[in-house]
């Protein structure tokens, strides 16, 4: 029986995307996280405060993640009940799914 005979309407497409970054390390991620770093993105994740995961993933991952991160936040639409920090979670090594938009220090 299809979806719409049981309830009578048929239910708001949801859409969710898990991000995973190509790699982290690298030139890229030593001149992030070392005082030699002087984009602003750098400097931000120098700040208590720190830098939004997925725009280090974007900055680490270059076009790779980058393309990725910007589809999901155009596209993305979760189920009701999701908090919007949780629309995009990155996948971390060791410690699992992380929404995009939580902050990370250096």
């Known amino acids: 029986m299809a979806r719409e005979d049981l309830a009578g309407a048929t239910a708001p497409r949801t859409t969710l995307f898990l991000l995973s970054p190509a790699r982290c390390g690298g030139e890229r991620g030593v001149l992030l996280a070392s005082e030699r770093g002087k984009s602003e993105l750098a400097q931000q994740l120098r700040t208590p405060e720190g830098a939004p995961l997925g ?17 999901a936040r155009a596209f993305a639409r979760p189920p ?5 920090t949780a ?6 090594a060791l410690a699992g799914t992380i929404p995009e ?5 250096a």
């Open 87 to 92: 629309k995009k979670p990155v996948v971390v």
């Open 101 to 105: 938009a939580s902050a990370m220090e």
């Open 80 to 84: 009701r009940g999701v908090p919007v």
């Open 55 to 71: 725009d280090v993933f974007a900055f680490l991952s270059a076009l790779y993640f980058r393309g990725k991160l910007t589809y």
